[in-house]
Nanobody
């Protein structure tokens, strides 16, 4: 069974940090670009960051650039999102996805209080 499982969300004050994890089972991250997305209440899902399993190249949305860092432990099928200097507008459910596939996790809630 293919699964992506996100973890690491929680409640944090503005300025704080969280580290999200995305772990895969039933398939490998090889040849995939793994992305983090988020969806806030009443808003569309948006891309936050992604990393390619091959070259390790990364992308960040302007809204998180300089604050978030994506990394991958591809030998263990895990991708991380280190989130620093969190803002209330970062509050959302965060999902990971093997881009181009139908593989999505169930999401992890991140809530940033002001």
């Amino acid at each position: 069974e293919v699964q992506l499982v996100e973890s690491g969300g929680g409640l944090v004050q503005a300025g704080g940090s969280l580290r999200l994890s995305c772990a895969a089972s039933g398939f490998t991250f090889d040849d995939y670009t793994i992305g983090w997305f988020r969806q806030a209440p009443g808003k569309e899902r948006e891309g936050v960051s992604c990393i390619s399993s091959g070259e390790g190249s990364t992308y960040y949305a302007d809204s998180v650039k300089g604050r978030f860092t994506i990394s991958g432990d591809f030998a263990n099928n895990t991708v991380y999102l280190q989130m620093n200097s969190l803002k209330p507008e970062d509050t959302a459910v965060y999902y990971c996805n093997a881009i181009g596939s139908s593989y999505w996790g169930q999401g992890t809630q991140v809530t940033v209080s002001s």
